[in-house]
């Protein structure tokens, strides 16, 4: 995550369609992200 935030100059504004959000570091956590997703293949492969 460090990598990440380190390249990347905060706050950051996102603006969507409708919205627009200040973020203070990046909203996504690559380890946690690649564990749920482990959990749920694992699941449908069942």
């Known amino acids: 995550m460090e990598t990440i935030n380190d390249c990347i100059s905060y706050p950051l ?8 959000e200040m973020l203070d570091k990046f909203s996504i956590d690559p380890r946690e992200l690649k564990k749920e997703l482990d959990g749920q293949q694992a699941t449908l492969l069942k």
């Open 13 to 20: 504004a996102y603006i969507g369609a409708d919205s627009v």
